[in-house]
């Protein structure tokens, strides 16, 4: 989800809730079938190539996904962290593992790699795809709550702003290829948390930070809502009955995270600056390509269904692999067959 003008990320839908959802977003864009500006342009490399008998999650004719000629992260991607609050290092390493993996290729299938194989679709108006690479870049550790705990939507960027202006180990700054993602721990408000986001991403404002930087916030939610944000490690209340699956991380908040962090990175990756790759015809209210899929895993995903996943000699659960660790990530938006799709899907 982008910040936007409004941002949000929306709480794991109900099936009554999912309904009214489609309903809302088939009513405000056009029926009109689009999914590249450039259909005489061939994908960059054969090993994008899908068949088009494949079916996937999601699909509709009424999506009209296109490209508004803004730029994408097609340079190698560098991720600077700011860890805002009080981080354990386990929960440290679970993150890093994670991004860490979308560049591993060599993961077991399904893995996170061929997860943004997806991403890797998106082009910019030269043809240029998303970078394959991702890096780890330098860490900012802010314990102390230097901003409080309880942070708008600008102060994050205020907390952006202290972390590469800092007098002893600034983060670089970087506005071509670099990408900040702000985590707050579990004890950490942020305002529209858990009542409509989750997590956004924005780009910082020259008149605060002094640079226009892309970036990404995600919070932990495990005291303050994680039936809504770590779904389907934890249950909401409205939702008697289930029963959450085991996190494959032994962290529920933070197993939670990741799938957050995932779909924010994918949309900076299209959608940097908020004039890229998205449906709607309002840049305030932009259908991202993490949007388009929200709640789907696995085949057969929807409404409050995840979909297909897998279950370890452990009883975790996750759809991807990565490194050494198993990851639960929703799937995103493949321009090119013009469905949700994941690694893991089982029509594949």
Same mark, same amino acid.
Not at 74 to 77: F, G, Q
Not at 142 to 149: A, T
Not at 153 to 172: D, M, N
Not at 241 to 262: E, H, Q, R, T, W
């Given at each position: 989800?982008?910040?936007?003008?409004?941002g949000?990320?929306?709480v794991?839908?109900?099936?009554v @809730?999912?309904? &009214? =959802?489609?309903?809302?977003?088939?009513?405000?864009?056009?029926?009109?079938v689009?999914?590249?500006?450039?259909?005489?342009?061939?994908?960059?490399?054969?090993?994008?190539?899908? %068949?088009?008998?494949?079916?996937?999650?999601?699909?509709? %004719?009424? /999506?009209?996904?296109?490209y508004?000629?803004?730029?994408v992260l =097609?340079?190698?991607?560098t991720?600077h962290?700011?860890?805002?609050?009080?981080?354990?290092?386990?929960?440290?390493?679970?993150?890093?593992?994670? &991004?860490?993996?979308?560049?591993?290729?060599?993961?077991?299938?399904?893995s996170?790699?061929?997860?943004?194989? =997806?991403?890797?679709?998106?082009?910019?108006? +030269?043809?240029?795809?998303?970078?394959? +690479?991702?890096?780890l870049g330098?860490?900012?550790?802010?314990?102390?709550?230097?901003?409080?705990?309880s942070?708008?939507?600008?102060?994050?960027?205020?907390?952006?702003?202290?972390?590469? +202006?800092?007098?002893?180990?600034?983060?670089?700054i970087?506005?071509?290829?670099?990408?900040? @993602?702000?985590?707050?721990?579990?004890?950490?408000?942020?305002?529209d948390?858990?009542?409509? /986001?989750?997590?956004?991403?924005?780009?910082?404002?020259?008149?605060?930070?002094?640079?226009?930087?892309?970036?990404?916030?995600?919070?932990?939610?495990?005291?303050?809502?994680?039936g809504?944000c770590?779904?389907?490690?934890a249950?909401?209340?409205?939702?008697?009955?289930?029963?959450?699956?085991?996190?494959?991380?032994?962290? /529920? $908040?933070?197993? $939670?995270?990741?799938?957050?962090?995932?779909?924010?990175?994918?949309?900076?990756?299209?959608n940097? &600056?908020?004039?890229?790759?998205?449906?709607?015809?309002?840049?305030?209210f932009? /259908?991202?390509?993490?949007?388009?899929?929200?709640?789907?895993?696995? =085949?057969?995903?929807?409404?409050?269904? +995840?979909?297909? &996943?897998?279950?370890g %000699?452990?009883?975790?659960?996750?759809?991807?692999?990565?490194?050494?660790r198993?990851? @639960?990530?929703?799937?995103?938006?493949?321009?090119? @067959?013009?469905?949700?799709?994941g690694?893991?899907?089982?029509?594949?």
């Open positions: 989800m982008r910040q936007g003008c409004v949000r990320y929306p794991p839908p109900a099936p @809730l999912l309904v &009214l =959802t489609v309903l809302s977003f088939l009513l405000s864009i056009s029926p009109v689009g999914w590249r500006p450039w259909p005489h342009q061939q994908i960059n490399a054969t090993d994008f190539e899908y %068949e088009s008998s494949k079916k996937y999650e999601g699909s509709s %004719e009424f /999506v009209h996904l296109r508004h000629m803004g730029p =097609t340079a190698n991607i991720v962290t700011i860890w805002y609050g009080t981080w354990q290092k386990s929960q440290k390493r679970i993150i890093r593992g994670f &991004l860490s993996s979308i560049s591993t290729v060599h993961s077991k299938h399904p996170v790699a061929k997860w943004w194989k =997806t991403v890797r679709l998106y082009t910019d108006q +030269t043809g240029a795809n998303i970078t394959r +690479t991702l890096h330098e860490d900012k550790n802010d314990r102390f709550y230097s901003h409080g705990k942070l708008t939507r600008l102060s994050i960027q205020s907390v952006i702003k202290s972390a590469v +202006t800092a007098t002893t180990h600034p983060l670089p970087n506005p071509r290829s670099g990408l900040y @993602l702000l985590l707050t721990s579990d004890d950490v408000y942020v305002q948390f858990c009542g409509q /986001v989750c997590g956004f991403h924005y780009f910082t404002f020259p008149s605060i930070v002094g640079y226009t930087l892309p970036y990404a916030w995600v919070g932990n939610s495990a005291k303050q809502c994680p809504i770590a779904y389907p490690f249950v909401p209340v409205y939702m008697p009955g289930f029963k959450p699956l085991k996190s494959p991380n032994g962290d /529920v $908040g933070v197993d $939670g995270m990741i799938s957050v962090i995932a779909h924010e990175i994918a949309e900076l990756a299209t940097p &600056l908020v004039n890229a790759w998205y449906a709607g015809k309002d840049p305030c932009p /259908v991202e390509i993490a949007d388009l899929c929200e709640g789907i895993y696995g =085949t057969g995903g929807g409404g409050s269904y +995840t979909g297909q &996943l897998m279950d %000699e452990d009883g975790a659960t996750y759809n991807m692999n990565g490194g050494r198993r990851f @639960l990530v929703q799937w995103v938006w493949n321009p090119v @067959l013009n469905y949700c799709f690694p893991n899907a089982l029509d594949q």
